[in-house]
C-alpha cells in the first residue's frame, strides 16, 4: 500500500519524470507519508471520472500532432529546415541589398555595420523560425525527441538528489495546517505539527474545523480538543483511524478512489485518454449499474474498492456505508465495519430490524410486505400489504413495538389464541375501537382459498428457521436490531446474506435492505454525509419501490452500486427503468448480446468522420492514352483505374450489441457516467487492472 503511492503517479509522459506524490496514509509503522506534499498538491478541475490528484490536462494542439507518425514528422522538419537555411541565407542577402540602395550612408561606421548586421540576421532568422518552424513543426520534434535526450543526458551527468527542487517539492513547502493558524487556532496546529497525522485524520479535523468556523464560539472548544488528542481529535465513535489491510488509491480530500486507466484510445474523450478513472460522492449520488458474468472482476475490481473507500470516508466524516453480499464475497474483513450483521451466524453481534424502526406501521408493513414476495407475486403484492397492515398496526398500537417473525406468522395464519391475546391487549390499551374493523376484515379473510395472509405466512416460515434464532427479534431478547434510520451517523454496515444455505431468504433479505436503505436515505433530515450503498448481487434486491426511490436519492446525498450478472435476472418490467433510474453504467467483458443492446441504446450514437474511396476504371484521354491503358493491361493485367475519396460525416452507435459482447479486453469495462449536478462524460474504455 504504501509503495503504491511511491511509484507512477501522472498518465502522461514528460521529459523529466515528476517526483511521485502520496496517495494515501502508508501502513502502520512507516513515516513516509508526506502530508504537506498530499495535502497542498494540484488538483485540476477536470470532468468527473478522472483521478485528480496528479492529473495533467491535455493540450488539444500536442494531443492531434501527437497522432503523426514518427517518420513523416522527422521528413517534414529536415525538409523545412533545409528550406528555412535557403531561405535565411538569401533572406538576409536581399534584406541588406535593400538597406543599402534605400537608406545607407556613404562612410557608415564599423559599430554600425555590426548592429545592422546583427539585426537583419536576428529579424530574418526569427521570420524563418516562425515559418518553418510551424509547417515542419518543430516543437513537436523538439518535445518528443530533443528535450528527453537533454533530460537523459542531464540525469546521467548530475545526481537526482542535487536536482533544483521542481513543482512538488515548491507544494511540499506549504503548511497544511495554515488555516488553523490565520482561523486562530494556532495552539491546534502546533500540536498537530508535531505528530504523524494521515489522510484519514487530516480530512476528519479539517472538516471538524470547517464546522468551527461557522460560529467563532467554536474555534476555543476545537482547540481545546486537538490540544489534547492531537491526530486523534474528533475520532469515529469507533476510534478507528485507518482501516485494516487497505490497499486501493483515494484521494478523501475529493473523496475519489482510483479504480484504473482510461484507455488512449479515439472512441475515449480526449481529456480522459490515459488519465486514472475514479469514482467520487459526486458520482455515485446518481447510482451505478454494473453488468458483467461471474468471474469477470465486479467484485474485486468495483465492489471492494468502493466500499473501501466509503468506509474510509465514514472513518473521515463524510459518509456513511451500507455493503450487502453473500457472507464469502470478499468486501473487505470484519474489522472494515462497525456493524456486522450475519443472519444464519450465531456468533453475529447484530441483528436486523425487518420494519427499519419506521415511525408509521403502514410504511413499515408495507415495506415488508414487497420484500417477502418473490418476484413472481408481485401482482399479488397490493393485496399482501393491506393484509400486513391489518395485523402489523394493531399489535404495535397494542404493544407499542412491532411483532416478531413468530408473533407475525401467527396473526397472519389467524391463529385463534394469538388473536383473541391481541384483542385483549387492545381493550387495555384502549386502542380496541380504532383496530376492530381490521381485524374483524382479516378474520373474514382467512378462510378464502386466495387469502394473502397464508401466503405471507408461509414466506415468513422460511425467516423462522433455528438457524435465525435471535436475528429479527422486536422484544429485546434476541441480537441487538440494527435499523437503516441511522443513516445520518457515520455508520459503516456489512450486511452478510446466507445465500449458500438459505437462499430464499437471502433473497428476501437483501430486497428488505436495500427498500429500507432507499426509503431511510430519502427521509434523512441530516443530509450532510453521503449515504453509499453497494449490493454484490443486486439480481433479488431490486423491485418496482427500490428503483423508484434511486431517482429520489439524487436529491438527497445518497447513492448505490449495484453489480449484476446479467439482466435477464430482472423481470422484463424493471429493466428499463432501472436503466433510466441510475445515472452510471458499467459494462463488464462478456456480457450476453441481449445485455448490450440495452446498454447500447441508452448510449445512444455519435457523429464520426467517414472515408471512402471509390475505384473507377479510368476512361478518360484521347487515342494515345486509351492505347496505352490496353497496353498495359496486356502485359499486367491489370486495369487502369481513378480513385476518389470522399469524407462525410456520419452517425454510429458509441458501442454496439457485438463489441460489449465480444470485443471487451479482459480487465476491462465500458462506463458511462453522471454527476449530480447533469454533467455526463460518454462512455469510457476503462483498465481496472492498476
Known amino acids: 500500500m504504501a509503495q503504491d503511492g511511491a511509484h507512477h503517479h501522472g498518465e502522461r509522459t514528460t521529459t523529466r519524470p515528476p517526483t511521485p506524490l502520496p496517495h494515501q496514509r502508508p501502513a502502520a509503522g512507516t513515516s513516509s ?67 543599402v540602395i534605400t537608406v545607407w550612408v556613404e562612410h557608415p561606421s564599423e559599430t554600425l555595420v555590426t548592429v545592422v548586421g546583427l539585426s537583419v540576421n536576428v529579424l530574418v532568422a526569427a521570420a524563418v523560425i516562425k515559418i518553418f518552424g510551424r509547417m515542419g513543426r518543430w516543437p513537436e520534434v523538439w518535445r518528443r525527441y530533443v528535450a528527453p535526450l537533454l533530460s ?38 502546533v500540536r498537530l505539527e508535531g505528530e504523524a497525522v494521515g489522510d484519514v485524520d487530516y480530512v476528519r479535523i479539517r472538516r471538524a474545523w470547517e464546522s468551527a468556523q461557522a460560529d467563532p464560539v467554536f474555534v476555543p472548544a476545537f482547540t481545546e480538543q486537538v490540544a489534547s488528542r492531537g491526530a486523534a481529535a474528533f475520532a469515529h465513535p469507533s476510534e478507528a483511524r485507518e482501516l485494516p489491510g487497505r490497499a486501493e488509491r483515494h484521494d478523501l480530500l475529493l473523496g475519489q478512489v482510483r479504480l484504473g486507466t482510461a484507455q488512449d484510445v479515439p472512441k475515449n474523450p480526449l481529456g480522459h485518454r490515459a488519465a486514472g478513472f475514479a469514482l467520487d460522492p459526486a458520482v455515485l449520488g446518481t447510482s451505478l449499474l454494473a453488468v458483467g458474468p461471474a468471474g469477470t472482476g465486479k467484485t474485486a475490481r468495483l465492489a471492494r474498492p468502493v466500499a473501501e473507500a466509503l468506509c474510509l470516508q465514514a472513518l473521515s466524516g463524510t459518509a456513511c456505508a451500507v455493503v450487502v453480499g453473500a457472507a464469502d464475497a470478499d468486501l473487505g474483513p470484519d474489522s472494515w465495519y462497525d456493524v456486522v450483521i450475519a443472519p444464519g451466524d450465531p456468533s453475529s453481534l447484530y441483528g436486523l430490524d425487518l420494519y427499519g424502526a419506521a415511525r408509521d406501521p403502514d410504511e413499515a408493513a408495507a415495506r415488508l410486505a414487497e420484500a417477502l414476495l418473490p418476484d413472481e407475486l408481485t401482482a399479488r403484492a397490493e393485496h399482501a400489504r393491506t393484509a400486513l397492515q391489518q395485523v402489523v398496526g394493531p399489535f404495535h398500537a397494542a404493544y407499542g413495538r412491532y411483532p416478531g417473525v413468530r408473533e407475525l406468522r401467527a396473526l397472519l395464519a389467524g391463529e385463534p389464541d394469538v388473536l383473541a391475546a391481541l384483542v385483549k391487549a387492545l381493550g387495555m390499551a384502549g386502542r380496541l375501537a380504532v383496530h376492530e374493523r381490521d381485524l374483524e376484515y382479516r378474520e373474514r379473510q382467512r378462510d378464502r382459498a386466495d387469502d394473502p395472509g397464508a401466503l405471507l405466512a408461509d414466506r415468513l416460515a422460511l425467516l423462522e428457521r433455528p438457524a435465525f434464532e435471535g436475528a429479527f427479534a422486536t422484544d429485546g431478547t434476541g441480537r441487538p436490531p440494527f435499523a437503516m434510520r441511522v443513516l445520518d451517523h457515520p455508520l459503516r454496515v456489512r450486511v452478510k446474506l446466507p445465500e449458500r444455505s438459505h437462499p430464499e431468504a437471502a ?16 427521509a434523512r433530515e441530516d443530509r450532510s454525509l453521503f449515504a453509499g450503498l453497494v449490493v454484490d448481487d443486486a439480481s433479488a434486491a431490486l423491485d418496482a419501490a427500490a428503483v423508484r426511490g434511486l431517482q429520489r436519492m439524487r436529491g438527497a446525498n445518497a447513492g448505490a452500486v449495484l453489480l449484476l450478472r446479467t439482466l435477464v435476472d430482472l423481470p422484463e418490467a424493471l429493466r428499463a427503468p432501472l436503466f433510466g433510474a441510475v445515472g452510471c453504467r458499467m459494462a463488464f467483458p462478456g456480457i450476453a448480446p441481449w445485455d448490450g443492446k440495452l446498454f447500447s441504446e441508452a448510449w445512444g450514437t455519435h457523429l464520426v468522420q467517414e472515408t471512402a474511396v471509390t475505384h473507377t476504371p479510368d476512361t478518360s484521354g484521347g487515342v494515345i492514352r486509351r492505347a496505352g491503358r490496353v497496353g498495359r493491361k496486356a502485359l499486367s493485367g491489370t486495369t487502369a483505374q481513378t480513385e476518389s475519396v470522399t469524407t462525410r460525416d456520419v452517425e454510429r452507435l458509441r458501442w454496439s450489441p457485438s463489441d460489449l459482447a465480444h470485443a471487451l479486453p479482459a480487465g476491462h469495462a465500458v462506463v458511462s457516467l453522471t454527476a449530480v449536478s447533469g454533467e455526463q462524460v460518454p462512455p469510457l474504455l476503462v483498465d481496472l487492472r492498476g
Open 33 to 99: 507519508f508526506d502530508l504537506a506534499t498530499w495535502a497542498c498538491a494540484p488538483r485540476p478541475d477536470a470532468d468527473p471520472g478522472v483521478y485528480r490528484l496528479g492529473y495533467r490536462r491535455v493540450d488539444p494542439e500536442r494531443a492531434e500532432a501527437a497522432k503523426v507518425a514518427t517518420w513523416p514528422l522527422l521528413l517534414r522538419a529536415g525538409l523545412n529546415a533545409v528550406v528555412a537555411w535557403f531561405a535565411f541565407v538569401y533572406g538576409t542577402q536581399l534584406v541588406l541589398h535593400l538597406i
Open 152 to 189: 537523459r543526458t542531464v540525469t546521467e551527468e548530475q545526481p537526482v538528489e542535487e536536482d533544483a527542487p521542481g513543482a512538488v517539492e515548491a507544494v511540499r513547502g506549504q503548511d497544511p495546517w495554515d488555516g488553523l493558524r490565520r482561523g486562530g487556532a494556532a495552539e491546534a496546529a
Open 507 to 522: 433473497r428476501m433479505l437483501s430486497r428488505l435492505v436495500v427498500g429500507q436503505f432507499v426509503q431511510a436515505a430519502g
